[in-house]
């Protein structure tokens, strides 16, 4: 019903900077709301940020409080991931994900719908 490609991932030197796509196809107009999750080696998918594909609040994780920013092109169907002042331990690979229905929820894997592939973001110290 969504398909969702991540893009713009790779490695950075410590302090640098990254910005990472999510372009959205298919049935996009069932979207309520995006968001970007990270899985780092032996640790569990955690949510990094999450946007209404409307108008509305945006929601950040404290660990990227202040470095991230989620915004969105609405003509080209893609939601974005600006990453500043990244450390070693923003090394994961990121997820977008769509979510078709509202939920309090938003920062669990379980209420998304919809996920990429994946991109691998490496930070060196």
């Known amino acids: 019903q969504v398909q969702l490609v991540e893009s713009g991932g790779g490695l950075v030197q410590a302090g640098g900077s990254l910005r990472l796509s999510c372009a959205a196809s298919?049935?996009?107009?069932?979207?309520?709301?995006m968001g970007w999750f990270r899985q780092a080696p032996g640790k569990e998918r955690e949510f990094v940020a999450v946007?209404?594909?409307?108008?509305?609040?945006?929601y950040y994780a404290d660990s990227v409080k202040g470095r991230f920013t989620i915004s969105r092109d609405y003509a080209k169907n893609t939601v974005y991931l600006q990453m500043n002042s990244l450390k070693p331990e923003d090394t994961a690979v990121y997820y977008c994900?769509?979510?078709?229905?509202?939920?309090?929820?938003?920062?669990?894997?379980?209420?998304?719908?919809?996920w990429g592939q994946g991109t691998q973001v490496t930070v060196s110290s």
């Open positions: 298919g049935r996009t107009f069932s979207i309520y709301a």
């Open positions: 946007m209404s594909w409307g108008d509305g609040p945006t």
């Open positions: 994900a769509a979510k078709t229905g509202y939920s309090s929820d938003y920062t669990r894997t379980r209420t998304y719908d919809y």
